[in-house]
């Protein structure tokens, strides 16, 4: 029996609020997930993360891989031990990190073969032992293994992706389905490719709802697409998904890309964009992105945003920001990614409304 | 009418135990202050600094001299304000900071001259604008401005620091009491120095208790001076200094100087240390010093210090701390930090006991 369950609370449109339960728990959707890379959110503190109102975090399989390896992390109990954090946790299956090096990584048939980042040792994954990776991790989410050609790459490439990306995802859930499925305490969601093409991208997602999967990801987004280019992969995603299954939109973004995805019927998202920026001395607002190293916030004792709730509003004025940023302090990063989640989580909240009103 | 008052609770020998009163509350001694030098604890928000049982921090007025400034500061409505702590603030005048980097400063009868490590450009403090550089940024307690020879340097040369810091004491005392004393809500400390010259630290001392001072600093030492040399400078202030006034032992250091200095009547301390070995990825625990990049915790899944109630002890094992350390997560200096001062006030905690018992 399945701990998984996605309980569908309210629709408008497309838009949905829904609340996907695992055994960490369940988070509220449409959910923002922060992204802590090599299981640490940068900068904060699982205490403070949990602050921003965020309820799943996500962490990348690729990344601890190589460092300190899955062995390390399953002697300590796994992932939410290891890190700290109690509630539920996705982990990305590194599809994306080693396509994105892709000058140091080679694929065939059978899976991928790449060069460690932090030595240049030769390292491989396939379907199977991707998966093994992330059962090893103990996250309640898992993704399977994907091919993810460039935004730019020619239809052949793409095609060819998306056929490898498959016929992954097939053996992928045959592995599982071998261990007892979701019953094992892990879920597993499938990734939708097929780059800008409307026809390959609904191929690929029937293909993927015949195996039935736990969820199901958009991916090969953010990879340098229009926005007319993402709205051909939602909209695949809205007319080719079953509605009782989480959409996860994969590494996309902006608070527009949430507003465009959730309203297309996205459930789900992650991103670097509110910790990255915020280690860059830049806040998401309700008045736009703001430059804290900007001369003009020298002396504006305003909070970042008039409206938001988080500690770092609560507490500090631009001008003091702006102080930690100029001085170099990394406690500007801190308190900036904490207000860029929370913000973040401001606008999941608003459109989970939406959908109720 | 002075807000400030120095209550002595208990004592054993020379060691006390005591709680000095400021306008922003009070804290307990034997204290330790950790060290904002630029209006930040690196990384650690205030409600992080304020969970290790911290109640007085320190900041640093030559620092914040250069930059921001102290009119940004005094129009923000003062450091308290700035940067969000309401508890006690001492700011330390500068001396140290100029006359570690001698190179770069210039010192006369009147003043020291010197150039910002920001941009170059020259500078200058005299006792008078050093006390009314902290009168704006608005510290509970300031410090005068003294001269700092280095630990070995020529008697010549202490003897003539020592007489400088002794008249630009009495300049400053002068200007503060021009403004109404301690009553205009900030304290000022006098500044011992005298090298390592028992009579020139006595009559230091002498000289400035004279002037009656809010509290006595002992200056001049963690600038490479053995423990005998320490014990020196203690010894005087252990009969020189006013039972009722606080002792502050300025800039040391490490767990034996607390005891030591604590044993030998010493009510105040600050140092840089936990934060700084912090972020060098180091613990301070009842097991002594350790180095969390050695491959000894790859798999220890033991908190840093068995005994200690600190949020990283509660939450988190050796081995993960050693993942961060080796990943080279913002996430460990902070973990770290947050320890190390826990740790830090622990001591004070025993050292009060010690006196009570």
């Given at each position: ?40 959110l940068k900068g904060l503190t699982p205490?403070q993360v ?225 910790t ?58 801190t308190?900036?990614s904490i207000?860029?989640i ?16």
């Amino acid at each position: 029996m399945s701990e998984f369950r996605f309980e569908l609370i309210a629709q408008k449109g497309a838009l949905r609020r829904g609340r996907y339960h695992t055994p960490h728990g369940s988070f509220e959707t449409p959910c923002f997930a922060p992204v802590g890379t090599r299981a640490a959110l940068k900068g904060l503190t699982p205490e403070q993360v949990r602050a921003t109102g965020s309820e799943l975090i996500l962490a990348n399989a690729y990344h601890l891989f190589l460092r300190p390896g899955q062995e390390l992390i399953a002697r300590r109990g796994g992932l939410h031990e290891f890190m700290g954090w109690d509630g539920p946790i996705l982990t990305d299956s590194g599809g994306y990190q080693i396509f994105s090096l892709a000058h140091l990584s080679k694929v065939d048939d059978d899976g991928v073969t790449f060069q460690s980042i932090i030595n240049g040792s030769t390292k491989r994954l396939t379907p199977e032992t991707t998966l093994e990776l992330q059962r090893d991790l103990g996250p309640d989410i898992a993704m399977v293994l994907d091919e993810c050609p460039p935004g730019d790459a020619d239809p052949k490439i793409v095609r060819r992706a998306e056929d490898r990306t498959r016929a992954w995802a097939r053996r992928a859930r045959d592995l599982h389905d071998s261990w007892g499925g979701a019953g094992r305490g892990q879920a597993v969601f499938g990734i939708v490719q097929g780059g800008t093409d409307p026809d390959l991208r609904a191929a690929c997602a029937d293909a993927l709802v015949s195996m039935e999967f736990d969820g199901y990801a958009i991916g090969g987004l953010s990879v340098g697409e229009t926005k007319d280019q993402m709205a051909v992969a939602l909209d695949a995603a809205a007319h080719q998904l079953p509605a009782d299954r989480p959409r996860y939109l994969m590494g996309v973004g902006t608070p527009d890309d949430f507003r465009i995805g959730a309203r297309a019927g996205v459930d789900l998202f992650d991103c670097v964009t509110p910790t990255r920026h915020g280690r860059n001395n830049q806040a998401f607002t309700r008045e736009g992105r703001m430059k804290l190293r900007n001369l003009k916030y020298a002396e504006d004792d305003r909070p970042l945003d008039l409206e938001c709730t988080c500690y770092t509003c609560r507490t500090f004025s631009r001008a003091y920001l702006r102080h930690l940023a100029i001085a170099g302090e990394m406690l500007a990063g801190t308190l900036l990614s904490i207000h860029n989640i929370h913000y973040f989580q401001d606008i999941m909240t608003e459109l989970r409304e939406e959908a109720s009103s």
